[in-house]
């Protein structure tokens, strides 16, 4: 029997795992065709509580690439949530109508509480203010990219890391690299969450925390900007008195390395201003594609898809068999 695996924050996976994911990321990118029919008649439940563009999408996109297909929701309000369902007992359905699911829930800790119902492999795609995993893969995959290795790296997190759920996955993550280093800045209010730096410190990963983006940003390898999460904000005057408190603009950039990248999970409001898109350093768009192609590669690893049924079949294709 198959092993029941999900992948509920960064570390439901080994450093091995991940350089496997990435390995087959890049066989993906290469020969995407090999991998079109890898899914066939594999089904994504797609259960998306709260809103999302890039997550739900890339996710559809990745199953519909290897071939599977989608079912879902993109709101809670289309499902039998409206009339007062569990998140149990919509687990246990999608259990039974699909082989993996994709949760997305403003609370967090739903989909860690779906997985223990499950009977079919889940994946956290962002609850609440606490973690994102797979845009941490996204992430990931898009720094190794650039720097052709995910160690001896300086970060800077900038804006919202007190609800900024990709932040605190990315920590966790990139935390497990040897003499990498971490700049937290953010105004007092939206500091880095304690249980993130405890972790740190307990691996003895440096940090700093200031307030200062200016300051900061010559010294940075990746500035990777957020946005602050209005949807978590309980006062709104206080998401209108914080909300521009960084904003990245040309003149800040002509500060920061040459050989840097600017990262963000987008969607982006304010923080990153549009004339930056133009820079070769802003690399966010290229990350929400990588994301797709990581979406792909995490498929197929949870459901244990035979990945050397594609080689065979490109032997034979090869061999005129
Ligand atoms: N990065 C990210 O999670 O974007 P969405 O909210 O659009 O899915």
Redesign the pocket.
């Known amino acids: 029997m198959k092993e029941l695996r999900h992948f509920l924050e960064p570390r439901d996976l080994k450093l091995q795992e991940y350089e496997e994911l990435f390995e087959l990321v890049d066989k993906i990118m290469a020969n995407p065709k090999d991998y079109s029919e890898i899914a066939r008649g594999k089904i994504l439940a797609a259960l998306f509580f709260e809103?999302?563009?890039?997550?739900?999408l890339s996710f559809e996109s990745a199953m519909l690439k290897l071939g599977g297909s989608v079912i879902g929701f993109s709101e809670a309000s289309s499902s039998s949530t409206a009339k007062g369902e569990s998140i149990e007992d919509t687990t246990r359905m999608a259990s039974i109508y699909g082989d993996i699911i994709a949760m997305?829930h403003p609370e967090a800790y739903s989909p860690c509480k779906a997985s223990k119902v499950s009977t079919i492999p889940v994946i956290n795609?962002?609850d609440g203010g606490h973690q994102?995993p797979t845009?941490t893969l996204a992430d990931l995959i898009t720094i190794r990219a650039k720097f052709n290795r995910l160690n001896n790296l300086k970060i800077g997190f900038c804006g919202d890391l007190k609800f900024g759920r990709?932040v605190h996955s990315l920590a966790q993550a990139f935390s497990e690299y040897e003499n990498n280093s971490f700049v937290f800045i953010s105004p007092k209010e939206l500091k880095m969450p304690d249980y993130v730096k405890q972790e740190l410190e307990q691996k003895d990963m440096p940090y700093i925390e200031t307030d200062n983006l200016e300051d900061a940003i010559a010294d940075l390898d990746i500035i990777y900007m957020t946005r602050v999460q209005k949807e978590r904000f309980e006062d709104a005057d206080e998401y209108e008195r914080l909300k521009d408190f960084y904003i990245l603009d040309g003149e800040k950039m002509s500060k920061a390395k040459d050989e840097c990248i600017v990262l963000h999970?987008?969607?982006r409001v304010n923080e990153i201003s549009c004339e930056v898109d133009s820079d070769p350093r802003a690399w966010y768009f290229k990350q929400?594609e990588y994301?797709m192609y990581g979406r792909m590669a995490l498929i197929i690893k949870l459901l244990q898809l035979d990945c050397d049924k594609v080689l065979r079949l490109k032997y034979y294709e090869l061999e005129g068999v």
Request: hydrophobic content about 20%; charged content about 20%; cysteine-free.
């Open positions: 809103p999302s563009t890039r997550t739900r997305r795609a962002g994102h845009q990709t999970p987008l969607p929400a994301g």
